[in-house]
T-cell receptor, first 116, second 111 residues
């Protein structure tokens, strides 16, 4: 079974621009979560989508948004980029069955975003 | 809110030494616990997980972890490390549908 894939793998943008990152989950997984990984803050939860609906949200500003399509693929968008948005953005997928708390998340390789 | 604390930020061991990495969480309710590993240049991989039952769980590559509810702890152990275990290790806990990670521990194993 193919793993979680993320595109692009590397991205360089300048302040003020916007960026869209893409994530394709493992086949059959309906939940996609996004995380930001930085040396200073570690791994921080951004949001989770299940069946095209945002189900959970972390403590990030509104510049960070996402969506999920009917095939469970997800995109994350960051508008008005700031230098501090430079990070590795990880996507994780799971079955995400409603109400289940015993779900294991499987991570993709990440997209390395550099903001200049 | 849930928080996860990993006590050791950087650990250096020689091959064949025993490993124990500490992990404590703050929320006292029902939790699922995980250890993930990130090898250099690779993506996060699941080492092991605890959902319920036997508090001593075994994972891949000879790793194991013990869930001690009274201590809010989920420490990772390996009796004898190898150079190939050099990586960053993350403890994580589920909380209200989110996965909360500790800051990570960098393990360097010297050959």
């Amino acid at each position: 079974k193919a793993g979680v894939t993320q595109t692009p793998r590397y991205l360089i943008k300048t302040r003020g621009q916007q960026v869209t990152l893409s994530c394709s989950p493992i086949s059959g997984h309906r939940s996609v979560s996004w995380y930001q990984q930085t040396p200073g803050q570690g791994l921080q939860f951004l949001f989770e989508y299940f069946s095209e609906t945002q189900r959970n949200k972390g403590n990030f500003p509104g510049r960070f948004s996402g969506r999920q399509f009917s095939n469970s693929r997800s995109e994350m968008n960051v508008s008005t980029l700031e230098l501090g948005d430079s990070a590795l953005y990880l996507c994780a997928s799971s079955h995400g069955l409603a109400g289940a708390i015993t779900d294991t998340q499987y991570f993709g390789p990440g997209t390395r975003l550099t903001v200049l | 809110a849930q928080s996860v604390s990993q006590h050791n930020h950087h650990v250096i061991l020689s091959e064949a030494a025993s490993l124990e990495l500490g992990c404590n969480y703050s929320y006292g309710g029902t939790v699922n616990l995980f250890w993930y590993v990130q090898y250099p240049g690779q993506h996060l991989q699941l080492l092991l997980k605890y959902f319920s039952g036997d508090p001593l769980v075994k994972g891949i590559k000879g790793f194991e972890a013990e869930f001690i509810k009274s201590k809010f702890s989920f420490n990772l152990r390996k009796p004898s490390v190898q150079w190939s275990d050099t990586a960053e290790y993350f403890c994580a806990v589920t909380y209200t549908g989110k996965l909360i990670f500790g800051q990570g521990t960098t393990l360097q194993v010297k050959p």
